[in-house]
């Protein structure tokens, strides 16, 4: 049974950082395909940031720069060092992971659709 865990959210001020860690357990594949997703109140989901290990990133424009993902394959955990944090980037992060079409030179995708198991959420709150 695959279970998606996260932690490390919490309130900063702007200009802060904080890291987000996402331990994935269940998973048997060599290859992993994880994604952080956000969604602040009264907007829709979006992607943030994915991997596909080891090397394969992709990241939002507006994070580019600022959030850094990094994945330690013997913890099995997906990390998200977020930097130089703006209230705009305020929601609740949900990572994700894919076991479909998810292999070693595939580029990961910011599609929230295409991830079958999720996390229940951290929040983040950056104030001004």
Avoid: H
């Avoid at 860690?21 to 998973?27: E, V």
């Avoid at 994604?35 to 989901?45: D, I, L, S, T, V």
């Avoid at 090397?55 to 955990?77: E, H, M």
């Avoid at 070693?104 to 001004?128: A, C, F, H, I, K």
């Amino acid at each position: 049974q695959v279970q998606v865990v996260e932690s490390g959210g919490g309130s900063v001020q702007a200009g802060g950082s904080l890291r987000l860690s996402c331990l994935a357990s269940g998973l048997t594949a060599s290859t992993y395909c994880m994604g952080w997703f956000r969604q602040a109140p009264g907007k829709e989901r979006e992607g943030v940031a994915a991997i596909t290990t080891p090397l394969g990133t992709k990241y939002t424009d507006a994070v580019k720069g600022r959030f850094t993902l990094s994945f330690d394959n013997a913890k099995k955990t997906l990390y998200l060092q977020m930097n130089n944090l703006k209230p705009e980037d305020t929601g609740t992060y949900y990572c994700a992971a894919k076991t479909l079409n998810c292999y070693g030179g595939r580029m990961p995708n910011l599609l929230s659709w295409d991830y079958n198991y999720w996390g229940q959420g951290t929040q983040v709150t950056v104030s001004s």
